[in-house]
């Protein structure tokens, strides 16, 4: 046959019977294996076809009108295309659920968030519905097939529901990506005053420096905040240093003038012996090009955090 189901997993239990059928099984790989009443009557199937298979478990109702091919399986792509057809024309996948779409955060929400023309969506079963009565085409995109909202749009739906750390996270990572605008966000803002968000937004957008407090790791996050909430100098995110022996290294946190290095050692990565060897070859290297490496780990940061300041502190009066 022309269709090997076993080659696109979205299609495992789906057996391709005819010319409609095999036309149903490309739309379907191309879609993350959902598929939409309108697709199936412009593919010609009739309303009497689609529930037979429906009856036959050859497709599986994810939402009204809204079905999943083969198996009821599903990745986060396929739900949230699923949750955008769901909620009819002009629905754009939004909010953290299209920041992660976007590559600029990671969501754990149970809830897909999609921005809706009308009321009409509220109660899809497992939306979000946020209404936008008046959007401009510039405020409407495509990533990965599912319609969604711009990057600067959902830059500013992020500053709405997150705080704002997060959302520099999310402006640094927008600049990893190449998909930061500061020119489309100043427009955005420009037509956006008194918006829930924009507030947060304009103050990210003036006051932080794109890209340079990107983190790793849940710990150097911790570690960030905490110096943050000490009022200690914020120092550049894993940045490259030379040591003694000309050989780059890249570092955790550096106060470049006042030549200080944090580590921070998370037991993951810098627990078996030849890590920890690593380690004390890297900072011993550093300490002769004139550098002051500290080492703070996730258990003197969780339960210790005032002795890690008064640490950093001293290193950085010296």
């Given at each position: 046959m022309a269709i090997e189901t076993d080659?696109?997993?979205?299609?495992?239990?789906?057996?391709?019977?005819?010319?409609?059928?095999?036309?149903?099984?490309?739309?379907?790989?191309?879609?993350?294996?959902?598929?939409?009443?309108?697709?199936?009557?412009?593919?010609?199937?009739?309303?009497?076809?689609?529930?037979?298979?429906?009856?036959?478990?050859?497709?599986?109702?994810?939402?009204?009108?809204?079905?999943?091919?083969?198996?009821?399986?599903?990745?986060?792509?396929?739900?949230?295309?699923?949750?955008?057809?769901?909620?009819?024309?002009?629905?754009?996948?939004?909010?953290?659920?299209?920041?992660?779409?976007?590559?600029?955060?990671?969501?754990?929400?149970?809830?897909?968030?999609?921005?809706?023309?009308?009321?009409?969506?509220?109660?899809?079963?497992?939306?979000?519905?946020?209404?936008?009565?008046?959007?401009?085409?510039?405020?409407?995109?495509?990533?990965?097939?599912?319609?969604?909202?711009?990057?600067?749009?959902?830059?500013?739906?992020?500053a709405a529901v997150e705080s704002r750390r997060r959302l520099e996270r999310a402006f640094d990572e927008s600049e990893v990506q190449r998909l930061f605008d500061k020119i489309a966000l100043e427009e955005l803002l420009d037509r956006s005053r008194g918006v829930r968000g924009a507030g947060r937004l304009r103050s990210v957008l003036d006051e932080h420096a794109i890209g340079t407090t990107l983190t790793r790791s849940m710990l150097e996050e911790l570690m960030l905040a905490l110096c943050r909430t000490a009022g200690v100098p914020k120092p550049a995110l894993n940045e490259p240093v030379f040591g003694g022996s000309g050989r780059s290294y890249t570092v955790d946190f550096l106060w470049a003038r006042q030549r200080v290095i944090v580590e921070t050692d998370g037991g993951a990565y810098h627990s078996t012996r030849r890590a920890i060897e690593r380690d004390r070859r890297k900072e011993a290297d550093l300490v002769r090009a004139g550098y002051r490496v500290l080492r703070v780990t996730w258990s003197q940061i969780e339960h210790e955090p005032a002795a890690v300041v008064l640490m950093l502190v001293a290193a950085l009066s010296a």
């Open positions: 080659i696109n997993p979205v299609l495992r239990g789906f057996r391709p019977s005819g010319r409609a059928d095999i036309d149903l099984a490309d739309l379907a790989t191309s879609q993350d294996g959902i598929v939409e009443d309108a697709q199936l009557l412009a593919l010609g199937f009739s309303r009497s076809a689609i529930q037979r298979r429906v009856q036959a478990g050859r497709l599986h109702r994810v939402h009204r009108g809204v079905y999943a091919v083969g198996h009821r399986a599903m990745s986060a792509r396929a739900r949230w295309r699923a949750a955008v057809l769901a909620c009819g024309p002009g629905a754009l996948l939004s909010h953290r659920c299209a920041a992660e779409l976007w590559g600029l955060m990671r969501t754990s929400r149970a809830l897909i968030e999609v921005t809706v023309p009308s009321d009409r969506a509220r109660w899809v079963c497992g939306v979000q519905a946020y209404v936008a009565r008046r959007l401009e085409p510039r405020d409407r995109d495509v990533c990965e097939g599912i319609a969604c909202t711009s990057v600067p749009l959902t830059l500013l739906n992020v």
